[in-house]
């Protein structure tokens, strides 16, 4: 079901079951603008069915937040002027260049390119697969964009993010909301979860400049600014620790700073950031 945020502001909640992210809505007085276009041709559709009902300003634009499968999948749904950053570009030419039949699927996922829920889900969720083929974006911008949807002003930022190298969001000033993709979450590389150790503070900084006091993450709908603190601080805490590939000296070494246990979340981080640390040492 879409959730109402503002008289103006509309997002359909994350599926984690169905790896389904945060989709957003924006409108103005002249058009609407989506924030991701979702993990598959039935999702985007189902969105676009509750979007119908709601009598909106026709949807313009799509904001794409990265190059990842269950951000890009819908993109042809929409029929709209769809924007990303250069580099999300770059990595979406190689989704144009893929075939969806069974035969190339079973490839992908032998050579790791998709899992194989991915593939369950592509094919489940993408009529026509034999001849689907991704769009190609029509808008691309390098740093910012400013979009105006008639009285309601867009503000699509790429900024440094732990999660990808292509990470944009887009602000809402009159609203105070911003619409953060993955961008505040980590990445796995080689199997293991981790968390840029060296794009921490500049994405928090990138993020904090933002006047915003509600947030929506694209595998946690929303959080409100005292949960987006706190999450800050528990990263932040956590990176403070790590400067080695030994959690055990890492778990030592906040357990010292900080007088006290890590807890569930500061520990996953910990764990986290040495693994970044393996993964630079390799
Ligand atoms: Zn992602």
Not at 36 to 58: C, M, R, V, W, Y
Request: proline residues 3%; negative net charge.
């Amino acid at each position: 079901m879409l959730n109402k945020l503002s008289e103006t502001i509309y997002y359909l909640s994350n599926q984690d079951d169905r790896e389904r992210p945060t989709l957003g809505l924006v409108c103005g007085d002249q058009f609407s603008l989506v924030i991701d276009a979702g993990n598959s041709t039935q999702h985007a559709q189902e969105f676009l069915h509750e979007i119908e009902k709601l009598n909106l300003p026709p949807i313009k634009y799509l904001v794409v937040t990265h190059a990842h499968r269950d951000h890009i999948l819908g993109m042809n749904e929409f029929g709209a002027i769809t924007i990303v950053n250069r580099q999300t570009n770059e990595l979406l030419k190689e989704w144009q260049s893929y075939k969806f039949d069974d035969q190339s699927l079973q490839q992908y996922v032998h050579t790791h390119q998709i899992s194989a829920k991915c593939m369950e889900i592509i094919q489940a969720e993408i009529p026509n697969r034999d001849s689907f083929q991704l769009n190609a974006p029509q808008i691309i911008f390098d740093n910012t964009l400013t979009i105006d949807l008639g009285n309601k002003v867009c503000i699509i930022e790429k900024i440094t993010s732990t999660h990808t190298n292509d990470s944009t969001i887009v602000y809402i000033p009159d609203e105070k909301v911003v619409f953060l993709g993955d961008a505040a979450y980590g990445t796995t590389t080689n199997s293991l979860f981790h968390f840029k150790q060296a794009s921490l503070l500049p994405m928090i900084e990138d993020i904090q400049k933002y006047d915003a006091n509600m947030f929506l993450l694209g595998h946690e709908s929303i959080c409100d600014t005292v949960e987006m603190t706190i999450y800050w601080e528990e990263l932040t805490t956590a990176n403070q620790a790590v400067t080695s590939t030994s959690l055990e000296n890492a778990i030592a070494c906040f357990k010292g700073e900080n007088q006290r246990d890590p807890n569930d979340n500061e520990l996953f981080f910990l764990k986290a950031f040495v693994n970044d640390r393996i993964l630079q040492s390799q």
